[in-house]
């Protein structure tokens, strides 16, 4: 009869009639009295969400002391209500040290065990064969208290983050992996929140212990431990090591057929998005949430995609889907968000951030998009408010630290920006954006040099991690400044020269080639440079200056204006010259003439005033 009620309770369970499940299990309890019955029991009111109910009924079957799993089933109780300190005061504060460093050697003891079992050691009786049974029995309950134990780790850094502990909640959770590396839930907590720098997790994934993972076969323990290593892998922060992770997804995708799924295919996107390849990005994500669109993990990225290649219709069309069909998802006003940012109504996108961020304190991308509101309207105090509580919340990430550096660079407060910028550059070394803008604050700085070297660096990184060229240009513009403030002209005219062959038709990089050439002595050229500034914004008053200067600079190398000049002076003088031995001439030969005729002498002084005064007003006219 009890087989029979099991077997009925377990098919109920496995088609998901939960009331049947209890009618039987508590039939099925009254007739064993076995606390395994009674955990069963509970586990079914917990998935029913019926929560002050299971908990109940383990206070009073006295099942909470009677195992981990039971104190496990009962805090988590506690947690889905919302009661963090009952959570913790059932957990306990403390991890258990103590399995830190045992469960990796009670494991290995046990595939030992059932390895010996498989190839016929201790076969000499059947007390020597029970007595091996018992003892694997017990080695297996070993292992499945120790998996509660580090479930219930997971459990504590529940609690602690929820108070806004985040230290706290950050080695609970890696406790948690440390002692049952299967543990993904911590793992994912990790990972999700971004609670680790991009060094420290790469320092964590070498310190767990995957060959504790054990199945039936010693060689197919050593293929699960390295298939776990390799997933674990592409869950890590794409700013380190992408070769590793790359490798990584070529061996799940030829061995394992994993090529097509989605938790590798966001790995790919995010990869392919820190280097700025937004329309790749975007079309691995776009082919998964068309098959699977209610796959919310790709919502962020897939939106930033979307924003960076300012595709306002599709955003429209998605925030418009997702209101309809999923209004109680902080990515749907995410995504609302994100589509008023699109179209420059920073109000209304801030609401919706705020929105979403209030849906879920933990989401990231809601508050970076909440700062960035304040951001572009140039509230920089309010900026800094909002991404200082991100760089709270999310203590491994760089970025807003970096947004941070870029709001007091902004402010022309270039100490406290030096200070925000290297506190990520700890976090995060291989950001081409972190380096450009630390090489922006040297340069403001008159350290030249290092603003150089910082600039090269960032362009080296950007190779190497395989950026597009293009999403650099700025980054190289300037690298060609901090060359022309230090007077290696040929450097900076080459750097300058790159920026428009790759495209970049930006009147500040003509402008800056002008002065280049000019500073060269290349006037012909720096006009030309100019004329092509000025093509590009016409009333730019730097071209139209600079291009003034260049022309004067050009006719007075050409001597052209000197020439000009003298021989018209040199005309002039010989034109003043004939005209006043002219004049004296009809001077000389009127007077002769008024002397011999005798004219009346008022006629002709009239006559010879009246000649006068013509002539000294065309002398003065002359």
């Known amino acids: 009869m009890q087989k029979f009620l099991k077997d009925w309770r377990q098919d109920a369970i496995n088609k998901h009639q939960y009331d049947s499940a209890i009618f039987i299990g508590d039939k099925l309890l009254a007739l064993t009295n076995d606390p395994y019955d009674a955990f069963w029991l509970a586990q079914v009111h917990f998935s029913t969400g019926n929560y002050p109910r299971a908990l109940t009924f383990l206070e009073k079957h006295k099942l909470i002391d009677h195992s981990p799993a039971c104190r496990y089933l009962a805090a988590h109780c506690c947690i889905k209500q919302s009661k963090y300190e009952d959570a913790l005061a059932t957990l306990g504060d403390k991890t258990p040290t103590h399995l830190l460093g045992n469960t990796n050697k009670s494991r290995r003891k046990l595939q030992h065990t059932s390895g010996n079992a498989r190839n016929g050691v201790h076969r000499k009786g059947s007390s020597r064969t029970e007595k091996r049974e018992r003892s694997e029995e017990m080695e297996r309950e070993i292992t499945s208290d120790t998996k509660y134990e580090a479930a219930m780790c997971y459990l504590r850094g529940i609690c602690f983050a929820k108070q806004n502990s985040y230290d706290r909640a950050k080695e609970c959770y890696m406790d948690a992996v440390r002692i049952d590396v299967q543990c993904f839930e911590a793992f994912d907590q990790l990972m999700k929140n971004c609670l680790l720098s991009p060094d420290e997790e790469w320092v964590f994934l070498e310190s767990l212990d995957f060959d504790s993972i054990t199945t039936d076969g ?10 776990a290593r390799m997933l674990y892998t592409t869950r890590l922060s794409k700013y380190k090591n992408p070769s590793e992770f790359s490798n990584a997804v070529e061996s799940l995708s030829q061995h394992y057929n994993l090529d097509s799924n989605p938790d590798l295919l966001l790995s790919k996107a995010e990869l392919l998005f820190t280097q700025c390849r937004f329309k790749q990005a975007l079309a691995i994500t776009s082919s998964v949430l068309d098959t699977d669109q209610y796959n919310f993990s790709f919502l962020p990225l897939h939106l930033a995609c979307l924003y960076e290649l300012q595709q306002t219709n599709t955003l429209f069309l998605l925030s418009h889907r997702l209101a309809d069909l999923h209004p109680d998802e902080p990515a749907t006003w995410l995504a609302v968000g994100v589509y008023y940012l699109s179209i420059s109504q920073i109000a209304e996108a801030r609401r919706f951030f705020s929105k979403a961020s209030m849906m879920n304190p933990h989401f990231g991308p809601a508050w970076i998009g909440f700062a960035h509101t304040f951001a572009l309207e140039g509230e920089h105090d309010q900026a800094v408010s909002a991404y200082g509580t991100a760089a709270r919340l999310f203590q491994g990430t760089h970025l807003p630290q970096l947004f941070l550096g870029m709001q007091h660079l902004q402010l022309n407060n270039m100490t406290l920006a030096h200070e925000y910028l290297i506190t990520a550059h700890n976090l995060c070394r291989t950001d081409p954006l972190l380096l450009n803008e630390m090489g922006v604050v040297f340069y403001h700085l008159d350290h030249l040099a290092e603003a150089v070297h910082i600039f090269h660096q960032a362009l080296a990184i950007a190779k190497e991690i395989d950026s597009d060229p293009k999403a650099w240009l700025a980054t190289r513009a300037n690298l060609g400044h901090a060359y022309r403030r230090q007077h290696q002209w040929s450097l900076a005219l080459t750097e300058f020269e790159e920026v428009l062959r790759q495209g970049q038709r930006d009147a500040h990089i003509f402008c800056a080639k002008g002065i280049v050439l000019l500073e060269m002595g290349r006037c012909w050229d720096a006009i030309v440079a100019l004329h092509e500034a000025l093509a590009v914004s016409p009333q730019d008053p730097v071209a139209t200056d600079l291009l003034a200067r260049a022309l004067e600079e050009n006719a007075a190398e050409q001597g052209w204006g000197q020439e000009e000049s003298e021989r018209t002076d040199e005309v002039l003088e010989q ?29 002709a002084r009239m006559s010879e005033g009246g000649e006068d005064s013509m002539m000294v007003l065309s002398d003065g006219e002359e």
């Open 575 to 603: 034109a003043f010259d004939v005209k006043r031995e002219e004049m004296s001439r009809k001077r000389a030969k009127r007077r002769g003439k008024a002397r011999g005729e005798g004219v009346d002498g008022q006629g």
């Open 218 to 227: 010693t060689d197919t323990s050593q293929e699960a431990a390295q298939f």
